[in-house]
C-alpha cells in the first residue's frame, strides 16, 4: 500500500496533462474578421467598346520555293533576309543523272530519224515500182503505213527529249519575282525529292496585317468590320491608327488554338515583313451598359463574375457576368446586372459567399486649429 501511495502523484499529473490537452484541442476557430470593402452602386450609361488582336505584317504572296526534280542539292546561292530578283539562280542540285538521260533522249531522236529517213526512201521506191506494176497496191500501203509509224516515232522522241532538256533545266531553282528570302528549308548535301520546300521568298507587292480571332467574336468582327473605319491598325511602338480594309476571313477555325485567321489589308500603309502590329476593332454604340473597375471582375470556376453587396444583410454573394468589352481599365458589363445593385470594386480577391463585410469609410484628415496648436505648444 505505501508503494501504490507514492505512484499516485505521477498518475494524477499525467491524467490532468491530458484533460488541459484535450480542452486545448477542443477550442472554436477564431471568426472570419468582417473585412472592409469599396462598393459602387450600379447605373446603365452609353459605351463604345472596342477589342484589340495581336498581329503581324505579312506579304500578301509568299511562296515556299522547291525543286521539280529530285537530287543531291549541291549549293544554295542566298541567305535569310536577301533580296532576290526575277530569274535569279537561288540554289542548284545534282544535274549528272539529269544530262545523261537528255543525252539518252538525244541519241534517241537521230535513231528515230534514220529510222524514219529509210522508211521515206524505201515508199518511194515502191511507189515506182507500183507505177511499174512490179508490186501490188496493198504492198505500197504497208510501206506508207511503215513511213508514217518512224514518222510517229520521230515525234514521240523529239517530245521526250525536249522533256529531258526541261528536266535537267530544272536542277536550278530559280526565283520566279522579286523578294526577300524569308525562310531557309534546305541545307548542301542534303537529299530531297521533288516538291520538298527549300526557301521561302516573300514577293514584293501589297502587304497584309494578319490575325487570329476567337471563334465567339468572328461574326462581330465581319458585322463590325463592314462598317466604315472600324477596322483599324497600331503599328508597334507608336499611338497612331490607320484603317484596314477586311480582304479575307477564314471558312473554318484552326483546329488547335480554335481561332480564326483573318488578313486585312494595309493599304498604301509604310511596313515591314515581320512587324508587329495591334488590331483594333470598334464595336458601334451601346446603350444601357453597365461600367465597372476592371478590379471588380474576377474569374471563379471558368466564369466572369462580380461581388454583389446584399445591404440588409451586409453579406456578399457573386454573381456571373457578361463582359462586352473594356475601355482602359474600365469594363463594359453587357448583362447580369441591374441598376440599383451594389459592387464590390475593391478586395474582391480575398472574399468568400456569404461573408459579412462593412462599407469601407475613408480616415478623415483633421487640421489642427490654431487654438489648439497655441494649447499644444
Same mark, same amino acid.
Given at each position: 500500500?505505501?508503494?501504490?501511495?507514492?505512484?499516485?502523484?505521477?498518475?494524477?499529473?499525467?491524467?490532468?496533462?491530458?484533460?488541459?490537452?484535450?480542452?486545448?484541442?477542443?477550442?472554436?476557430?477564431?471568426?472570419?474578421?468582417?473585412?472592409?470593402?469599396?462598393?459602387?452602386?450600379?447605373?446603365?450609361?452609353?459605351?463604345?467598346?472596342?477589342?484589340?488582336?495581336?498581329?503581324?505584317?505579312?506579304?500578301?504572296?509568299?511562296?515556299?520555293?522547291?525543286?521539280?526534280?529530285?537530287?543531291?542539292?549541291?549549293?544554295?546561292?542566298?541567305?535569310?533576309?536577301?533580296?532576290?530578283?526575277?530569274?535569279?539562280?537561288?540554289?542548284?542540285?545534282?544535274?549528272?543523272?539529269?544530262?545523261?538521260?537528255?543525252?539518252?533522249?538525244?541519241?534517241?531522236?537521230?535513231?528515230?530519224?534514220?529510222?524514219?529517213?529509210?522508211?521515206?526512201?524505201?515508199?518511194?521506191?515502191?511507189?515506182?515500182?507500183?507505177?511499174?506494176?512490179?508490186?501490188?497496191?496493198?504492198?505500197?500501203?504497208?510501206?506508207?503505213?511503215?513511213?508514217?509509224?518512224?514518222?510517229?516515232?520521230?515525234?514521240?522522241?523529239?517530245?521526250?527529249?525536249?522533256?529531258?532538256?526541261?528536266?535537267?533545266?530544272?536542277?536550278?531553282?530559280?526565283?520566279?519575282?522579286?523578294?526577300?528570302?524569308?525562310?531557309?528549308?534546305?541545307?548542301?548535301?542534303?537529299?530531297?525529292?521533288?516538291?520538298?520546300?527549300?526557301?521561302?521568298?516573300? %514577293?514584293?507587292?501589297?502587304?497584309? !496585317?494578319?490575325?487570329? $480571332? *476567337?471563334?465567339?467574336?468572328?461574326?462581330?468582327?465581319? /458585322? @463590325? #468590320? +463592314?462598317?466604315?473605319?472600324?477596322?483599324?491598325?497600331?503599328?508597334?511602338?507608336?499611338?497612331?491608327?490607320?484603317?484596314?480594309?477586311?480582304?479575307?476571313?477564314?471558312?473554318?477555325?484552326?483546329?488547335?488554338?480554335?481561332?480564326?485567321?483573318?488578313?486585312?489589308?494595309?493599304?498604301?500603309?509604310?511596313?515591314?515583313?515581320?512587324?508587329?502590329?495591334?488590331?483594333?476593332?470598334?464595336?458601334?454604340?451601346?446603350?444601357?451598359?453597365?461600367?465597372?473597375?476592371?478590379?471588380?471582375?474576377?474569374?471563379?470556376?471558368?466564369?466572369?463574375?462580380?461581388?454583389?453587396?446584399?445591404?440588409?444583410?451586409?453579406?456578399?454573394?457573386?454573381?456571373?457576368?457578361?463582359?462586352?468589352?473594356?475601355?482602359?481599365?474600365?469594363?463594359?458589363?453587357?448583362?447580369?446586372?441591374?441598376?440599383?445593385?451594389?459592387?464590390?470594386?475593391?478586395?474582391?480577391?480575398? %472574399?468568400?459567399?456569404?461573408?459579412? !463585410?462593412?462599407?469601407? $469609410? *475613408?480616415?478623415?484628415?483633421?487640421?489642427?486649429?490654431? /487654438? @489648439? #496648436? +497655441?494649447?499644444?505648444?
Amino acid at each position: 500500500m505505501p508503494h501504490l501511495l507514492r505512484l499516485a502523484p505521477p498518475l494524477l499529473l499525467v491524467a490532468l496533462l491530458s484533460i488541459l490537452m484535450t480542452g486545448c484541442g477542443k477550442q472554436a476557430a477564431a471568426p472570419e474578421p468582417e473585412r472592409a470593402v469599396r462598393t459602387q452602386t450600379v447605373s446603365t450609361t452609353s459605351a463604345s467598346a472596342s477589342h484589340e488582336y495581336a498581329a503581324e505584317v505579312k506579304a500578301r504572296i509568299e511562296s515556299r520555293l522547291s525543286f521539280r526534280v529530285g537530287g543531291k542539292l549541291l549549293s544554295r546561292a542566298v541567305n535569310l533576309g536577301d533580296t532576290v530578283k526575277p530569274g535569279q539562280v537561288l540554289a542548284r542540285i545534282d544535274a549528272q543523272d539529269l544530262k545523261l538521260a537528255e543525252a539518252a533522249a538525244s541519241a534517241a531522236v537521230m535513231a528515230a530519224r534514220t529510222n524514219r529517213d529509210q522508211a521515206g526512201a524505201d515508199y518511194k521506191r515502191f511507189v515506182d515500182l507500183q507505177r511499174q506494176g512490179f508490186i501490188s497496191a496493198a504492198e505500197l500501203e504497208r510501206r506508207d503505213s511503215a513511213f508514217k509509224a518512224a514518222q510517229a516515232q520521230l515525234e514521240q522522241a523529239k517530245a521526250q527529249a525536249d522533256v529531258q532538256v526541261n528536266q535537267a533545266a530544272y536542277a536550278q531553282l530559280v526565283a520566279d519575282g522579286a523578294g526577300v528570302v524569308t525562310s531557309i528549308d534546305a541545307e548542301p548535301g542534303q537529299v530531297l525529292a521533288a516538291g520538298t520546300p527549300v526557301i521561302g521568298v516573300a %514577293l514584293d507587292g501589297p502587304r497584309d !496585317v494578319v490575325f487570329s $480571332v *476567337p471563334e465567339d467574336q468572328i461574326a462581330r468582327v465581319k /458585322a @463590325a #468590320a +463592314a462598317a466604315p473605319g472600324a477596322l483599324k491598325v497600331r503599328l508597334w511602338g507608336g499611338d497612331k491608327t490607320w484603317p484596314l480594309t477586311l480582304r479575307e476571313v477564314a471558312a473554318a477555325a484552326d483546329p488547335a488554338t480554335r481561332t480564326f485567321l483573318i488578313k486585312a489589308d494595309v493599304g498604301k500603309l509604310d511596313v515591314k515583313l515581320g512587324q508587329s502590329a495591334t488590331v483594333v476593332l470598334d464595336l458601334p454604340q451601346q446603350s444601357g451598359v453597365i461600367k465597372l473597375p476592371l478590379a471588380a471582375v474576377l474569374q471563379q470556376s471558368g466564369k466572369t463574375s462580380v461581388w454583389v453587396l446584399d445591404g440588409g444583410s451586409m453579406t456578399v454573394r457573386p454573381v456571373p457576368v457578361q463582359v462586352g468589352g473594356a475601355e482602359g481599365n474600365v469594363v463594359v458589363i453587357a448583362g447580369g446586372l441591374n441598376a440599383g445593385q451594389e459592387v464590390v470594386v475593391a478586395g474582391v480577391h480575398v %472574399l468568400n459567399p456569404g461573408q459579412k !463585410v462593412k462599407r469601407y $469609410v *475613408p480616415p478623415r484628415t483633421t487640421e489642427a486649429t490654431p /487654438a @489648439a #496648436a +497655441a494649447a499644444s505648444r
